[in-house]
């Protein structure tokens, strides 16, 4: 298996709900970064939480972190359907910098 | 907001073709990326780029495959002779250092 990766790879919910998303990583990381990307569109940055940090928050974004589980989440909360999207986890572990990115949930919220 | 802008926003070629890709990255980032996206699959990192020079490659980055920063804005890529596997959106990226990377809205290339 990769680093970097999701679970599930793909959620439906019904606008107001939340919706987690997992993902798992092999190797030391400095920080991890959560992208959203629209269907066939660029990725956009939503959250950075770095390697000595357990839990950041943005807006209706929680990022959680656990390096002894190799693990994040990201909860969005009372999603809408403006949030349905790709959502991809990336590791950096450090030298210049690469991202490694998981292979991405995708989402989808209801009206 | 500065932002990473890149052009052109499609491109379709002929196996074979070379093809440039360019990308601005924001002015006061120092680090440079490409990566590629094949249609439906995970983003792959392909290159870095520090200091006027290449500092880490992957295994995708082949002799066909070269980078340049010609000017203090521009941050190219260059597909020489390019196949049907490059068929892919290529993004570039760049940040002042360890920290949030920046992503440009992508270059869909498409090799027939």
């Known amino acids: 298996s990769q680093q970097g990766e999701e679970d599930p790879q793909a959620l439906s919910i019904q606008e107001g709900e939340n919706a987690t998303m997992n993902c798992s990583y092999k190797t030391s990381i400095n920080n991890l970064q959560w992208y959203r990307q629209n269907s066939g569109r660029g990725l956009v940055h939503l959250i950075l939480?770095?390697?000595?940090?357990r839990e950041k928050h943005s807006g209706r974004l929680r990022v959680t972190l656990d390096t002894s589980k190799k693990s994040s989440s990201l909860l969005i909360t009372a999603s809408r359907a403006a949030d349905t999207a790709s959502y991809f986890c990336?590791?950096?572990?450090?030298?210049?910098?690469?991202?490694?990115f998981g292979a991405g949930t995708r989402l989808a919220v209801h009206p | 907001e500065p932002e990473v802008t890149q052009t052109p926003s499609h491109q379709v070629t002929q196996m074979g073709q070379e093809v440039i890709l360019r990308c601005v990255p924001i002015?006061?980032?120092?680090?440079f990326y490409w990566y590629r996206q094949i249609l439906g699959q995970k983003v792959e990192f392909l290159v870095s780029?520090?200091?006027?020079?290449?500092?880490?490659k992957s295994e995708i980055f082949d002799d066909q495959f070269s980078v340049e920063r010609p000017d203090g804005s521009n941050f190219t890529l260059k597909i020489r002779s390019t196949k049907l596997e490059d068929s892919a959106m290529y993004f570039c990226?760049?940040?002042?250092?360890?920290?949030?990377?920046?992503f440009g809205p992508g270059t869909r290339l498409l090799v027939l």
């Open positions: 990336a590791t950096d572990t450090g030298g210049y910098n690469k991202l490694i």
């Open positions: 002015s006061n980032h120092l680090y």
């Open positions: 939480i770095r390697s000595n940090e």
């Open positions: 990226a760049s940040t002042t250092g360890a920290e949030t990377q920046y």
């Open positions: 780029f520090y200091n006027n020079e290449i500092s880490e």
